[in-house]
């Protein structure tokens, strides 16, 4: 076993249970913002939509695997990244493709459906990737993972969250008005602060063994974030749409992954490091392409 897997990081059992609350609080509050509607609404742009649920979870989960073939990262680090990119999409994509003046329509049906398709998606493309990759699959083996008790965890975390928060935007539109807004912001700054507590709750080992996941993470985002801009200009999307793909295929529900992490490979080092830096790192890559674009009217806003 590698050193930075026999760090013990300090996360115990009620730490989890806050983080499984705060993940539960923020699909809730997206939840608010969605109707059955927007998923037909969606249906009116197949293509833009077909592409960004293929990017996210048929194209990354396997340029992932060929990323780790390169790299040849620790067995640890490479499962992290693997887990990542069987992830949903982030909740945060939303705001920065508003931001960046893209298509935020598109961008929210693709998070809601890429959620939605993740209750199956996120456990069997881990299941798949992490025992093909000979880097990986003798952690598989260890920890005899079932894509099923996977499947649960997600359901509870994801599906609960989303039918609730939709029901209560229907059955009482008022109330989910006043508080739609505050709970998306509270939602955010309490994920994005559960991570960054973590980090600094355990921040001596993350500086021991950052120079392990700092480029790693730094290629697999911008990865991401550029095949993501690639392929929707090779299928001819205009320019807003290409910004929604590019943030729903670079930002990972890195939060999900952590309590992944924590349920099926009790906090394994190397995993749960750079899981947690995807979490900051997407934050700050995200924000600063979206303020590049902000400032750059697409092209059919110009015209």
Not at 130 to 136: E, F, I, R
Not at 161 to 185: E, S, T
Request: with cysteine.
């Amino acid at each position: 076993m590698a050193p930075i897997d026999q760090v013990q990081l300090s996360f115990n059992p009620q730490t989890l249970t806050l983080l499984n609350t705060v993940l539960g609080l923020v699909m809730f509050g997206v939840a608010l913002e969605l109707k059955v509607d927007d998923f037909r609404a969606a249906l009116k742009t197949p293509k833009a939509l077909a592409l960004g649920l293929f990017g996210h979870h048929i194209l990354f989960p396997a340029m992932t695997y060929v990323l780790v073939w390169l790299l040849n990262p620790i067995p640890s680090i490479a499962l992290g990244m693997i887990l990542v990119s069987s992830c949903p999409a982030g909740h945060i994509s939303n705001f920065l493709v508003h931001y960046a003046k893209g298509n935020t329509a598109l961008s929210v049906s693709v998070s809601a459906l890429s959620t939605a398709v993740a209750l199956v998606m996120t456990p069997l493309n881990f299941a798949f990737w992490g025992s093909l990759s000979p880097v990986t699959s003798g952690l598989m083996k260890q920890v005899a993972m079932s894509p099923w008790e996977m499947l649960e965890v997600i359901v509870l975390l994801l599906g609960v969250p989303l039918v609730l928060g939709m029901w209560v935007a229907r059955r009482y539109p008022a109330v989910a008005q006043r508080i739609r807004k505050p709970m998306k912001i509270l939602s955010l700054l309490v994920l994005v602060g559960f991570i960054v507590g973590a980090l600094a709750a355990n921040f001596k080992h993350f500086l021991a063994y950052i120079q392990f996941v700092l480029l790693v993470v730094f290629i697999h985002n911008l990865l991401a974030l550029v095949t993501g801009y690639s392929l929707a200009t090779a299928v001819g999307l205009p320019e807003r749409d290409r910004r929604a793909i590019t943030f729903e295929m670079g930002i990972q529900n890195s939060g999900l992954g952590l309590i992944l992490i924590f349920n099926f490979f009790n906090g394994l080092g190397g995993m749960a490091i750079v899981t947690a830096w995807w979490g900051i790192w997407h934050i700050v890559a995200g924000m600063t392409l979206a303020t590049y674009w902000k400032n750059r009217a697409p092209d059919g806003a110009r015209s």
